[in-house]
């Protein structure tokens, strides 16, 4: 079975920093590709990032480029989200998520609460 | 980016087809077959319906297809069930190799 679960997530202040993990499991988390999806309650779906199999290609969203990172541990099947320079419109439930078709993301892990709060 | 567009809400009877639209540029849904389309219940995380214009994943019934026309995809919901009652998203790639959703769509199911 297909497991995605993030951690990392939590209360920061605006200029803060905080990273996101994403623990895989049930697959060959080396050959997928993975992205960072956010969502605002209430609200639809925000693409943020994603990167390929071995970590040498990633892309961004306009508004995250510069301030996001996102990485990989192959070895440790672990997705990850370096997340700077925060900022209030960034506070969302950010979801790991597995393209396993072209552009179809067909796993989402249960989502971590990044809250801006000064 | 912008998102694309999608009407705000969509309804039907059960057992009727229901459309929902979806509305980008020749920057995203109009040059590249990369759009999908997402369910979401309540409290629940989005589910992949459609990848790359039509095409199912196991376990969607037939019921759910896609098409495209220009820069306006389409999700086409056929014998609406009350399960259908969801929040349904678009999603295409786009130029400099970034992703845009669409804005959803409410269906009901009346």
């Known amino acids: 079975e297909v497991q995605l679960v993030e951690s990392g997530g939590g209360l920061v202040q605006p200029g803060g920093s905080l990273r996101l993990s994403c623990a895989a499991s049930?697959?060959?988390?080396?050959?997928?590709?993975m992205h960072w999806v956010r969502q605002v309650p209430g609200k639809g779906p925000v693409w943020v990032s994603r990167?390929?199999?071995?970590?040498?290609?990633?892309g961004y969203a306009g508004s995250v480029k510069g301030r996001f990172t996102i990485s990989r541990d192959n070895a440790k099947n672990t997705l990850f989200l370096q997340m700077d320079s925060l900022r209030a419109e960034d506070t969302a439930v950010y979801y790991c998520t597995r393209e396993d078709v072209p552009a179809g993301l067909d796993a989402w892990g249960q989502g971590a609460l990044v809250t801006l709060s000064s | 980016q912008s998102a694309l567009t999608q009407p705000p809400s969509a309804s039907g009877s059960p057992g009727q087809s229901v459309t929902i639209s979806c509305t980008g540029t020749s920057s995203d849904v109009g040059v590249y077959n990369y759009v999908s389309w997402y369910q979401q219940h309540p409290g629940k995380v989005p589910k992949l319906m459609i990848y790359?214009?039509?095409k199912r994943p196991s376990g969607v019934p037939d019921r759910f297809s896609g098409s495209k026309s220009g820069n306006t995809a389409s999700l086409t919901v056929s014998g609406l069930q009350a399960e259908d009652e969801a929040d349904y998203y678009c999603k295409s790639y786009a130029d400099s190799d970034t992703f845009v959703f669409g804005g959803g769509t409410k269906l009901t199911v009346l």
């Open positions: 990167i390929n199999g071995d970590g040498s290609k990633t």
């Open positions: 790359e214009v039509n």
């Open positions: 049930g697959f060959t988390f080396s050959s997928s590709w």
